[in-house]
């Protein structure tokens, strides 16, 4: 099971650091990875991080802006997000998958949270 927060309403050019927390399984042999969705749009990834975290993978939009990270110790993947914007408003969602590789696809990810809503206003 998985569980985001952290979200919240942020003026442009603020930040806000989501927080996903897992029990039920064994966290470290996951890789872990954010998508987000606004109204009307696709589920787009926005990030994904290797099971010891050691390698890290963006989107265009949020790299140099967002930073991925995990506590194996605390089961916790986090998303460090500055410089927002309003184009980043929408609900976050943290994601695990078992496998050695990067994806940016949604339907490699096995497990979903419930998602979090930033919102970021002009």
């Known amino acids: 099971q998985l569980q985001a927060f952290g979200g919240g309403l942020v003026q442009a050019g603020g930040s806000l650091r989501l927080s996903c927390a897992a029990s039920g399984r064994t966290f470290s042999s996951y890789r872990m990875g954010w998508f987000r969705q606004a109204p009307g749009k696709e589920r787009e990834f926005v990030a994904t991080?290797?099971?010891?975290?050691?390698?890290?993978y963006y989107s265009d939009s949020v790299k140099g802006r967002f930073t991925i990270s995990r506590d194996n110790a605390k089961s916790t993947v986090y998303l460090q997000m500055n410089s927002l914007k309003p184009e980043d408003t929408a609900v976050y969602y943290c994601?695990?998958?078992?496998?050695?590789?990067?994806?940016?696809?949604?339907?490699?990810?096995?497990?979903w949270g419930q998602g979090t809503q930033v919102t970021v206003s002009s």
């Open positions: 991080i290797s099971v010891i975290g050691g390698r890290t």
């Open positions: 994601a695990a998958y078992s496998s050695s590789c990067p994806s940016v696809s949604p339907t490699d990810y096995a497990y």
